[in-house]
Structures are given as structure tokens and as C-alpha cells.
């Protein structure tokens, strides 16, 4: 018989083993699934994960884009990631993060054509505090009410898809395109523009601020009191009442600072790499920053690694279904994949296999 034992203490060697091994049963398991899908596994797995930084004919398009795509994927998960560590579950950073470009956006376009420097440090304020409102509802509503603040948040993703669809045909609408739906090009006018800061690495003003979020972070968590609160709320909510942490301070202000995080990446994404709102703006960031902060472990600096690798399948993602026409289902399934054996393995951290005979009464 097999069956699961608790361990006396959760195993340091398997928290850190667990992300590499989730990565190898990721290729293992998608190679199969691509084998399914008539594709050699060993080339679509080179494709996704090879030739996006070593392959000449693909390296100078796609090394800059890794930085692009990691950016907004480590900047939301840094703020998901002080939740998640005081066992709040804000799963609606993708809302946060359409509400934050919708806010950033019409900030900046109320002031199209003017000419200074301060309107993207404007239209960045107003993205984070555009993320920062729409946490709060999640989070007031669990202080006040006791609501579920996975649900809530879950449903207000929603609610943002349908509110950015709702501007980019009506009051964001560019009134000199043609009827179609879509704000003004923000990357084009200078006074809004994030552009490259250094030419070819794909670094912009989203990605320093992934960086500096990361720094912070490292900070807050391991040497100040604010950290020592919220690892002790998400492992002994109890001793931490004791201890004078008030949980609902702690929820508001965990939801507080993830969807101003995540605000800010849809601000940055929005006068970027994306440059327009449109009425399909998310990406799928926020949830897929989800997944970088458990592969993360909910550490800054692996966070920095996890957003890095997953932005990696994102552009080997794309080429693959170039290159070899796998379908994007597929790269999805893979992504998600990642999460699954992630999960899947943690659970020897607290547990291990006891193998023996069943005993008959």
C-alpha cells in the first residue's frame, strides 16, 4: 500500500527541488503532447526553449522580448506574492491590471496634444491607483462582509473585460480612426511613449520597475517588520492575532499593493508594447503571474527567474506555432502544465510516500 505521511517539518530540500523538477515534468509531459500533435517532441521543446535566445535567425527579435514580456509578469507577481504569503488569495490581477491601463490611459489622453514630460508620470500614478481601487473592492468586501476574496476578485476580471471593451468603443475611441475600436496610439505620442531605454535589450520604464519592485520586496521580507507580519499571518494566523497583527489591515493592505503593482503594468504595457487599449487589451498576465509566483516560491529573487522563464515559453510559444504550426491551445495546455506538476510535486515538501501492506482488522 501507498500512502502519505506527514513529515515532522516541511522539507527545505524539496521547496527548492520542486520548481526544476515541475519544469522537467513540464517537458516531459508536453513533449508527449506534442508527439500527439504529429510534432517531434525534441524540436518543438528546442523551439520553445533553445531557439528564442541561441538561434541566429530568431535571437535579435526574440532576446529583446523576453525582458518585455517578463516584465509585467514579475512586477504583478511580486504583489501577488505578499498576499499569497499571508494567506490572501487575490486572484483577479488580471482586472487590476486592465483597470490600471484604463485609468493610466484616459489620464494621460485628457491632456492629448499637450508637450511635457510629466504626463507619463501622471498616467503612471493614475495606473496604479486605478489598480489599487479596483483590489479594494475584493478586499473591503472580505474586511467588512467576509466575502470570498477568490471569488470576488475572480469575477471582477470579468467585469474589467467588459469595462475596457466598453472604452475602447466609446469614450476612449480614437476620434480620428476611421469608427474603429481603439484609443489613440499612446506609444506614438512622445509625451506618453515608453519606449526602449536602451536600444535592442527591450528594457523600458516597466521592466526598471519590475526590477526595483524586486528589490523592495527582498527588503520588506526578509528585514522588516512588515514581512515578519505577513509570513507569521500566513503560517499562524492565530499567534499572529496574538502578536497584535490585525488581519484585516494586513488584507487591505496586501490587496493594496498587488493591484497597484498591477496597475502599473498595465499602464506600462499599455503605452509600450502594446500602445493602444483596444477591447481585448488583457493578455492574460495577471493570471499567468499566478503561476511565476508559485514557481517563484513566492520569493523575490525566484520570481525574478520564474517571470523570466515563462516569458520565455511565451515567445518560444509563439515561434513554435509559427515555425511548426502548433496550435495555441496547445502552448497554453504546456503553460499550464507547469503549474500542475508544480503543485503536484510541493506536496512532498510537507509529505512523503510510506510504502507498506495494508493491514486487514
Given at each position: 500500500m501507498i500512502a502519505?505521511?506527514?513529515?515532522?517539518?516541511?522539507?527545505?530540500?524539496?521547496?527548492?527541488?520542486?520548481?526544476?523538477?515541475?519544469?522537467?515534468?513540464?517537458?516531459?509531459?508536453?513533449?508527449?503532447?506534442?508527439?500527439?500533435?504529429?510534432?517531434?517532441?525534441?524540436?518543438?521543446?528546442?523551439?520553445?526553449?533553445?531557439?528564442?535566445?541561441?538561434?541566429?535567425?530568431?535571437?535579435?527579435?526574440?532576446?529583446?522580448?523576453?525582458?518585455?514580456?517578463?516584465?509585467?509578469?514579475?512586477?504583478?507577481a511580486i504583489g501577488l506574492a505578499m498576499g499569497f504569503r499571508a494567506g490572501v488569495w487575490n486572484i483577479g490581477a488580471e482586472g487590476q491590471y486592465i483597470v490600471g491601463a484604463i485609468c493610466g490611459a484616459a489620464a494621460g489622453l485628457a491632456l492629448y496634444p499637450a508637450d511635457t514630460r510629466l504626463i507619463l508620470p501622471l498616467m503612471a500614478l493614475a495606473g496604479a491607483l486605478g489598480g489599487w481601487a479596483w483590489a479594494m473592492i475584493p478586499a473591503l468586501l472580505k474586511t467588512r462582509f467576509g466575502t470570498n476574496e477568490i471569488l470576488v476578485s475572480l469575477l471582477l476580471v470579468y467585469v474589467a473585460e467588459q469595462l475596457v471593451a466598453a472604452m475602447a468603443l466609446g469614450p476612449l475611441r480614437n476620434p480620428e480612426g476611421g469608427g474603429f475600436p481603439g484609443s489613440r496610439n499612446l506609444a506614438r505620442w512622445e509625451s506618453s511613449a515608453n519606449p526602449e531605454l536602451i536600444a535592442g535589450t527591450g528594457m523600458h520604464w516597466g521592466v526598471v520597475t519590475a526590477f526595483i519592485a524586486v528589490i523592495f520586496a527582498y527588503v520588506i521580507f526578509t528585514r522588516h517588520l512588515a514581512g515578519f507580519q505577513i509570513r507569521l499571518m500566513g503560517?499562524?494566523?492565530?499567534?499572529?492575532?496574538?502578536?497584535?497583527?490585525?488581519?484585516?489591515?494586513?488584507?487591505?493592505?496586501?490587496?493594496?499593493?498587488?493591484?497597484?503593482?498591477?496597475?502599473?503594468?498595465?499602464?506600462?504595457?499599455?503605452?509600450?508594447?502594446?500602445?493602444?487599449?483596444?477591447?481585448?487589451?488583457?493578455?492574460?498576465?495577471?493570471?499567468?503571474?499566478?503561476?511565476?509566483?508559485?514557481?517563484?516560491?513566492?520569493?523575490?529573487?525566484?520570481?525574478?527567474?520564474?517571470?523570466?522563464?515563462?516569458?520565455?515559453?511565451?515567445?518560444?510559444?509563439?515561434?513554435?506555432?509559427?515555425?511548426?504550426?502548433?496550435?495555441?491551445?496547445?502552448?497554453?495546455?504546456?503553460?499550464?502544465?507547469?503549474?500542475?506538476?508544480?503543485?503536484?510535486?510541493?506536496?512532498?515538501?510537507?509529505y512523503r510516500l510510506r510504502l507498506g501492506r495494508r493491514r486487514i482488522a
Open positions: 502519505l505521511e506527514r513529515r515532522p517539518a516541511p522539507s527545505a530540500v524539496w521547496r527548492w527541488a520542486t520548481p526544476p523538477l515541475a519544469v522537467l515534468l513540464t517537458m516531459l509531459a508536453g513533449g508527449a503532447m506534442f508527439a500527439a500533435l504529429g510534432q517531434d517532441p525534441l524540436i518543438a521543446i528546442r523551439t520553445i526553449f533553445w531557439d528564442p535566445l541561441f538561434a541566429e535567425q530568431f535571437a535579435s527579435y526574440a532576446r529583446p522580448q523576453l525582458l518585455v514580456k517578463a516584465g509585467p509578469l514579475i512586477l504583478i503560517e499562524a494566523p492565530r499567534a499572529a492575532r496574538f502578536g497584535g497583527v490585525r488581519p484585516g489591515r494586513l488584507v487591505i493592505l496586501c490587496f493594496g499593493v498587488s493591484g497597484a503593482l498591477a496597475g502599473l503594468a498595465g499602464l506600462f504595457e499599455v503605452t509600450g508594447p502594446a500602445g493602444q487599449l483596444n477591447i481585448d487589451f488583457g493578455a492574460g498576465y495577471g493570471f499567468t503571474a499566478i503561476i511565476v509566483a508559485f514557481l517563484g516560491r513566492l520569493h523575490p529573487i525566484g520570481i525574478l527567474l520564474a517571470g523570466l522563464l515563462m516569458a520565455l515559453t511565451y515567445i518560444g510559444g509563439e515561434l513554435a506555432q509559427l515555425m511548426l504550426g502548433l496550435p495555441a491551445a496547445a502552448i497554453q495546455a504546456f503553460q499550464g502544465m507547469l503549474l500542475f506538476f508544480l503543485l503536484g510535486v510541493d506536496v512532498f515538501t510537507n
